[in-house]
C-alpha cells in the first residue's frame, strides 16, 4: 500500500477526527472534504460515547458524503483507526463501527494516513475544532435533558405557597365612619385599628389585642416573637 503524503491526482483528500470530554461522555466528530469543487465541513455529535468510537464514526461520515467508486485520502490523527485500517491491529471492540466502516471502503479506493494532531495542518485542526464543538454541545444537550427530567421528578412549584404572606403585602384598608359607628356600640365596645392592615375594627373594650379577626392580621400576630 502507497503510505505517500501527498494526495494522488484525482484523490479526495477527507479529514476526519473525534473528540470527546470524559471517556466515556459527550462526544462529537467533524470531517473536512477537499475535492474539486473546493471545501466542505460536516460534523455531528453523542451524548454518551467515547474518543475511539467518535474517530471510526469521524471516518464513516466522511466516506459517506464522497461518490461511491472515488478514490479517497482519509488523513487522521487517530492511530486507533490508522493502525487498525492499515496495519491490520485486532478489533477488540467498537466492531459495530468497524463494520460500517468496511463497508463504506468496499465501496470506494480508499487509503488511510495519520497526521499528526495539533502540528500546523489547518484543515486537521478545523475537523479537531468542528469535533470538539459538537461534543461541547452534546454536554449541553445532556445537561438540558437532566435538568428537565429532575424538575419533571419534582413537579412545578406551587403558585400559592403555604405560610403567613410577607408583611409587606398590601392589604385593603377597612375606612369606616366613626361617626356612624360609635352610636351602634353596645356596652363595653371600643374601635381599635389594627397594627397589620391598618383598618378599623369592633372589640371589647378589655381586648387588649392591635390585630384584628382577618386571618392575615391573625397570621402576622402570631409569627411574632413571643406570640402566644
Known amino acids: ?113 495519520w497526521v499528526r ?19 461541547k454541545a452534546a454536554a449541553e444537550r445532556r445537561r438540558s435533558a437532566r435538568r428537565a427530567a429532575m424538575q419533571s421528578r419534582v413537579g412545578p412549584a406551587p403558585a400559592n405557597p403555604p405560610g403567613p404572606p410577607p408583611a409587606t403585602t398590601p392589604v385593603p384598608r377597612n375606612e369606616v365612619d366613626l361617626k356612624a359607628v360609635l352610636p351602634l356600640l353596645k356596652e363595653g365596645e371600643t374601635v381599635r385599628r389594627c397594627l397589620h392592615c391598618g383598618g378599623e375594627f369592633i372589640a371589647p373594650a378589655r381586648y387588649k389585642d392591635s390585630f384584628c379577626a382577618l386571618v392575615a392580621c391573625q397570621l402576622q400576630r402570631r409569627s411574632r416573637p413571643g406570640s402566644a
Open 1 to 113: 500500500m502507497n503510505h505517500s503524503n501527498q494526495a494522488r491526482q484525482g484523490e479526495i483528500t477527507v479529514y476526519a477526527d473525534g473528540s470527546c470530554l470524559g471517556n466515556p461522555g459527550p462526544g462529537g466528530w467533524g470531517v473536512v472534504i477537499v475535492d474539486s469543487d473546493g471545501t466542505r465541513e460536516y460534523s455531528g455529535g453523542d451524548p454518551e460515547t467515547t474518543n475511539n468510537r467518535m474517530e471510526i464514526t469521524a471516518a464513516i461520515e466522511a466516506l459517506r458524503r464522497v461518490a461511491a467508486g472515488s478514490e479517497v485520502l482519509v488523513r487522521s490523527d487517530s492511530q486507533y483507526v490508522v493502525n487498525t485500517i492499515n496495519s491490520r491491529w485486532k478489533r477488540n471492540a467498537n466492531t459495530d463501527l468497524w463494520r460500517q466502516l468496511d463497508e463504506e471502503i468496499a465501496r470506494r479506493k480508499v487509503r488511510f494516513q
Open 117 to 135: 494532531g495539533h502540528a500546523g495542518d489547518a484543515l486537521n485542526e478545523r475537523a479537531d475544532r468542528l469535533a470538539l464543538e459538537e461534543a
